[in-house]
């Protein structure tokens, strides 16, 4: 063991993992010199970890645990670890790890096994045969991965199989992880080069998968040995300023004491302790806050017998102390992705110190530290979810969390060493998870500041190339659109062949994409259709609209006329009178109202009155500025005469081919003549069209939106003025 490493135990064992120190070792070594005991009775050497496995489970069947450690024990006699210790004290130090973590009998059984298949003659079936189905399970899932090489050309490889071994089963991760530890703990042994290689691996992969199972007790060791190994001199500054403050009075401590006080007076029945921060934690906190004082190296943790507890104990905390409230969190009402549930708070208490605060039930506290070790075995009868076979043969871990469902996914289409690697580390990187719900009532667990885009490939796969919109909390939303905790999302697919055939990825889909799923897949379909990655040419001709600034009296929209028809001006009206005799009546452009609209007019220049609906944007600003109005009317029996009823209509759509063409043959089909019509260039792809139509009944004008409406691709259609007034805005 490294000097480091004897320097951090010293400082306090953080956290009640148990630490396999030389003197343990030589007793594991003097105890496996000695052979086995007799029949029935447990070896000394394994003693201590079926003392604290029954602490754990006071019904554990101890005797299936002796047989392991005789088969382990006598496979690997002669057997020795670099250190010079018999190699039987390395399969013991990683059982009593995760015995101390609470994990159940078959664990422990297969953690004593794990590196007998891999480093003697016994057999898979011979340890099947012995110990049942799931030990044999779980010590072929480790040994798979003890046989690959963690060279760097081969770590790509290492970790596709362990990603797969962990999510047929997450006992064989959690086996992995208390390994590691223990190697790690016992690096000193090794040439300083290799260390740092093995360090390094350790921290690019397997602390954040220790992070992502939830098990803080391994992740929080791991990342003190990784430390020492990379950062010598940062670690040496930290150890110095964690011994310079040992000898000082604590002032978590007093803290502790006046919490204490608060809550027996409050009636409430709990634990307080104060919480070392590891080296790690230590550093992290140095750099955000500059000097440290006694209070920074350590924070209060609370714990109570039930959930309502823990609400009770903050409501005391934030009246009898001052709250920092910019430090509350609470992950009981809204779990970490990694099952951590706990209240963080902060306060002050005697001469203004804080102490952050962190408040959870016993259960809770468990699972915080063991994580997914604490759930048992999910496969047991009694379990919540009974385990399930998939048709290739791979279980279904019901404790499975969403993020390793999707690693799973895309680690499988991602042929490529390099771009696996990569993505890999991107994901693991992510360390916070949000929900979104679906349309159809399932939920959806993404990374935090995932898109559209990823929510489309994370429910459908590459089905999601055919996505043309999304709508987020009831409204139309780009793809682009990032995605909250708690959104409800509805994504809109190409309704038919015609629209399945010309919809796909474009470039900028890479953009938006942030999970590795999403990002490959877009990848493979643009590489499969290249004219994709060109520049797609706007959907119909003309520039976009031209908005009259003023609203009135100069005229309305103008572009280029789809059906030849020229700009857009002022209507003669028929069917309307003004309240100004012998005035020239007309509709404005901007809104083009039509019966039953109501409306007001403006008097302009050349006395003539202008017509607008009553919701223009431009009534508001003549209004504002004072220009006199007219009373105008409709005339009673006008509607449906076979006047001269212009409207102006906005559809906003996803781009596709023939959507023009689709859209103007569902106008003619309603009666309508197209006097002119605009297309903007597609924008995320999605465009606007404008269209000013001639309608022989007024009456008929809902039928007309609504058919517009229908057309493939079109999500909206208004008409103008109050649309425009917000794309102005």
């Not at 664990?107 to 057999?123: N, P």
């Not at 629209?499 to 999403?518: C, I, M, V």
């Amino acid at each position: 063991m490294s000097a480091e490493a004897t320097d951090h135990a010293a400082l306090g064992r953080r956290r009640g993992l148990p630490r396999i120190d030389l003197r343990n070792l030589r007793r594991f070594s003097r105890a496996a010199l000695l052979g086995s005991p007799a029949r029935g009775r447990l070896p000394d050497a394994i003693e201590h970890v079926a003392k604290v496995h029954r602490a754990h489970h006071p019904g554990a069947d101890l005797d299936v645990l002796r047989q392991a450690y005789v088969l382990a024990e006598s496979s690997h006699r002669g057997q020795m670890r670099k250190s010079g210790e018999p190699y039987i004290t390395h399969p013991l130090a990683v059982t009593l790890i995760l015995a101390e973590l609470g994990a159940e009998t078959t664990t422990l059984t297969a953690s004593l096994l794990h590196d007998t298949v891999e480093d003697t003659d016994v057999t898979l079936d011979q340890v099947g045969d012995q110990f049942g189905e799931e030990v044999r399970y779980l010590v072929d899932g480790v040994t798979k991965l003890e046989k690959v090489d963690y060279g760097a050309a081969a770590e790509p490889e290492t970790f596709r199989k362990m990603l797969v071994a962990t999510g047929n089963d997450v006992r064989v991760m959690s086996i992995k992880l208390a390994d590691r530890l223990h190697n790690m703990r016992t690096l000193g042994v090794m040439r300083p080069e290799k260390q740092a290689r093995i360090a390094k691996v350790t921290r690019d992969v397997l602390i954040p998968l220790a992070e992502r199972l939830g098990v803080q007790a391994l992740k929080t060791e791991l990342e003190d040995l990784v430390f020492a190994i990379l950062h010598p001199a940062e670690y040496a500054r930290t150890r110095e300023l964690l011994l310079e403050h040992a000898g000082r009075p604590d002032p978590l401590a007093r803290a502790a004491e006046d919490v204490r006080a608060v809550l027996h007076e409050a009636g409430i029945a709990a634990e307080v302790l104060v919480r070392p921060r590891h080296f790690v934690s230590v550093y992290r906190v140095g750099l955000k806050r500059g000097e440290l004082t006694g209070s920074d190296l350590g924070r209060l943790l609370v714990l109570v017998s039930e959930d309502a507890d823990c609400y009770a104990v903050l409501g005391e905390l934030h009246t009898c102390f001052t709250p920092v409230i910019s430090e509350f969190k609470d992950f009981i009402a809204v779990p970490k992705f990694n099952l951590y549930q706990s209240l963080h708070t902060a306060v002050a208490g005697r001469d203004g110190e804080v102490a952050e605060v962190l408040i959870r039930t016993h259960q809770m506290h468990q699972v915080a530290e063991a994580g997914v070790i604490a759930l048992g075995n999910p496969y047991a009868p009694n379990a919540p979810a009974e385990a399930a076979d998939s048709p290739d043969g791979e279980r279904a871990d019901p404790t499975r969390p969403g993020w390793l469902s999707r690693l799973l996914a895309w680690q499988s289409a991602t042929p490529d060493p390099d771009t696996f690697w990569s993505s890999l580390r991107a994901e693991l990187a992510q360390d916070r998870e949000i929900t979104v719900f679906r349309a159809d009532g399932g939920t959806l667990g993404l990374p935090a500041g995932a898109s559209c885009v990823d929510a489309a490939y994370a429910q459908y796969g590459e089905a999601a190339h055919d996505c043309i919109g999304a709508r987020v909390n009831g409204r139309i939303a780009t793809l682009s659109t990032v995605l909250r905790d708690g959104d409800m999302l509805q994504l809109l697919m190409a309704r038919d062949t015609r629209d399945a055939a010309s919809s796909g990825p474009s470039p900028e889909w890479l953009d938006h994409a942030r999970t590795p799923a999403a990002r490959i897949a877009i990848s493979r379909w643009l590489a499969a259709n290249p004219e994709r990655q060109q520049p797609q040419p706007a959907t119909g001709p003309g520039p976009a609209p031209a908005e009259d600034p003023a609203g009135a009296a100069g005229g309305g929209a103008s572009g280029g006329g789809a059906s030849g028809g020229a700009a857009v001006r002022e209507a003669v009206a028929t069917g309307i009178a003004a309240d100004l005799p012998g005035a020239a009546v007309r509709l404005a452009g901007c809104c083009t109202p039509v019966p039953p609209d109501a409306v007001i007019g403006f008097a302009v220049r050349g006395g003539a009155v202008t017509v607008h609906r009553e919701q223009c944007p431009a009534v508001a600003r003549m209004t504002a500025a004072g220009r006199s109005t007219v009373g105008v009317r409709w005339l009673e029996g006008e509607e449906g005469d076979g006047g001269d009823y212009r409207v102006t209509l906005l559809a906003e759509a996803f781009s596709r081919p023939r959507l023009l063409a689709d859209l103007t043959e569902a106008i003619a089909a309603e009666g309508a003549a197209v006097v002119s019509a605009a297309v903007e260039p597609p924008r995320e792809q999605r465009v606007r069209h404008t269209y000013t139509l001639q309608l022989p009944d007024p009456g008929r004008l809902p039928t007309l939106m609504r058919a517009m409406r229908d057309v493939p691709g079109v999500y909206d259609v208004t008409r103008a003025g109050r649309r425009m007034a917000a794309a102005r805005s």
